[in-house]
């Protein structure tokens, strides 16, 4: 048998075993899938900074991303394995073997893992072993290969095995379970937003580590809330849309943004006010953090003191007057105002647990991230764009100032070298969203800078440092370059 043939068993082998293997994940636990199981683990152990170099060039792109490099290297071992496997018939099976108890060892590494999570792996790599040995033998010794036989019983297996593992990766029935929720009206509705202010849902950032987005089934879905507490409590989505909600315009940043990035959104949010429930179940004293943690393994922690503070926190259901998006995630996350998402957003949110500090590193603090995390006041220039072109003339530079909790009391741009001038700021619902303003520039012939700064109501002016992201936010006045003829 000639090398391109043994490549084209192994490569087939492969396809199919991982198909049969997204597969059976796909009916017992998506999460259990190699691809997925082996996605995951890459995640976790991958650098804080390499992540969040993958988060700025790739943006929501990670994850495609990711998945095709593991594919490439899937696809690389199993062609090595079909060529080598042609004389070495150990390797034949050796190769399917390991890479099905890789992904065994990887679904097993899983936070709220099952043993029987290895199960999907375990049958790929079986199947693509005797897939490969059946292929490998398939021209009886002597007689002339045909090559027209073997490249379409290959190119069968491969087409049959991509299609069902792009199947399998898909899940299960796609938001039937949010289809169905009819939200009720907030029993105080909160203030009214100006137009414009709001980011839609399809524009809103999208931050998080899930490979795939849980589709969890409302009959299924419980939220506990417990630890220290004089009692513990479990309710259904059902007893949460009984309870009375707010809605409240929110502003939420990821702590990864960049200066000047677009990891930030304001929508309107509808839940259930998080400090009276708590306290309705007795917090015991000597409670410091409350850990969040979501049905595919998150963990957000955040302080008692802030969640109990006087701020809007709640157990959002509702985004901009829809249930939850499934990538928000729908059916329930926690919203802190105020706090960066990773230290107070919880998606997709499965149990509360009160703690202490001591007792508990939530996923992001264990990586370095600070354990407190206000969100730090800042501003950012959305129009003109970064190096665009214009018109001599009056030019109205606008953006969005934001300093949650404190509040916007002013925001200043700034011209090349020129003085800080005033803009002008449009009316804000509360010192929980940002602030949108606008200055009228007279833009003169030739290349410029435009900087703005903001001051909160506490009369704290915008950092100008430059701070990294990691490992409390980023600091620094947002500049960009324009060119005007
Ligand atoms: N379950 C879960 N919740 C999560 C995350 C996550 O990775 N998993 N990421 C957090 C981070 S870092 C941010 S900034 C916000 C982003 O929320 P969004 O994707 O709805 O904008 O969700 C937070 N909640
Ligand atoms: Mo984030």
Redesign the pocket.
């Known amino acids: 048998m000639r090398a391109w043939a043994g490549v084209a068993a192994g490569l087939a082998a492969a396809s199919l075993g991982v198909a049969v293997a997204e597969l059976l994940a796909a009916v017992t636990r998506p999460a259990a899938g190699p691809l997925i199981a082996v996605g995951g683990a890459v995640i976790d152990a991958t650098p804080t900074a390499v992540k969040e170099f993958a988060v700025r060039e790739l943006g929501t792109n990670d994850k495609p991303f990711l998945l095709g490099v593991i594919g490439l290297v899937v696809a690389a071992l199993a062609a090595v394995t079909g060529a080598v496997g042609r004389r070495r018939r150990l390797v034949a099976v050796a190769g399917p073997a390991l890479l099905g108890l890789a992904g065994a060892g990887a679904a097993l590494s899983r936070p709220a893992f099952q043993p029987y999570d290895v199960v999907p792996s375990l049958t790929g790599a079986a199947l693509a072993g005797v897939v490969l040995w059946l292929l490998l033998r398939s021209r009886p010794s002597g007689v002339r290969v045909d090559r027209r036989v073997f490249l379409q019983a290959a190119a069968l297996v491969a087409a049959s095995g991509g299609a069902v593992a792009l199947r399998g990766l898909a899940g299960g029935a796609p938001g039937r379970a949010r289809e169905s929720v009819r939200l009720p009206a907030a029993a105080d509705p909160g203030p009214p937003v100006p137009a414009g202010l709001l980011t839609s849902n399809k524009d809103?950032?999208?931050?998080?580590?899930?490979l795939t987005v849980p589709r969890i089934d409302l009959g299924d879905w419980s939220l506990r809330v417990h630890g220290m507490l004089g009692r513990e409590l479990r309710v259904t989505f059902e007893d949460l849309l009984a309870m009375p909600l707010i809605e409240r315009p929110v502003t939420?940043?990821?702590?990864?943004n960049e200066v000047g990035g677009p990891?930030m959104?304001t929508a309107k949010w509808l839940g259930v006010p998080l400090a009276p429930l708590l306290r309705s179940l007795g917090i015991r004293a000597g409670a410091e953090q409350v850990v969040a943690r979501?049905v595919?393994g998150?963990t957000?922690g955040t302080p008692v003191a802030t969640l109990l503070d006087g701020r809007d926190a709640m157990l959002a259901i509702g985004m901009n007057g829809e249930p939850l998006p499934l990538?928000?995630?729908f059916p329930v996350?926690m919203l802190t105002p105020g706090v960066?998402?990773?230290a107070g957003?919880?998606?997709?949110l499965s149990s509360l647990e009160l703690t202490t500090f001591d007792q508990f590193d939530p996923y992001?603090v264990s990586r370095g991230w600070a354990a407190q995390a206000p969100v730090k006041t800042g501003s950012r220039v959305d129009r003109p764009r970064p190096f665009a072109r214009l018109d001599a003339g009056v030019v109205t530079v606008a953006g969005v100032a934001w300093a949650q909790r404190r509040g916007i009391e002013a925001v200043e741009v700034r011209i090349d070298d020129g003085e800080w001038a005033p803009a002008e700021l449009l009316p804000a619902p509360s010192v929980d969203t940002w602030v949108q303003w606008r200055y009228s520039w007279r833009a003169t012939a030739g290349p410029h800078s435009i900087a703005v700064r903001a001051t909160d109501r506490t009369g704290a002016v915008q950092a100008q440092e430059r701070a990294t992201p990691f490992p409390s936010g980023a600091t620094g006045w947002h500049t960009i370059s324009v060119t005007v003829s």
Request: aromatic share 24%.
């Open positions: 809103f950032y999208r931050v998080d580590t899930a939420m940043n990821c702590v990864s990891y959104g979501s595919e998150m957000i990538e928000h995630g996350r960066y998402g990773y957003s919880c998606k997709w992001w």
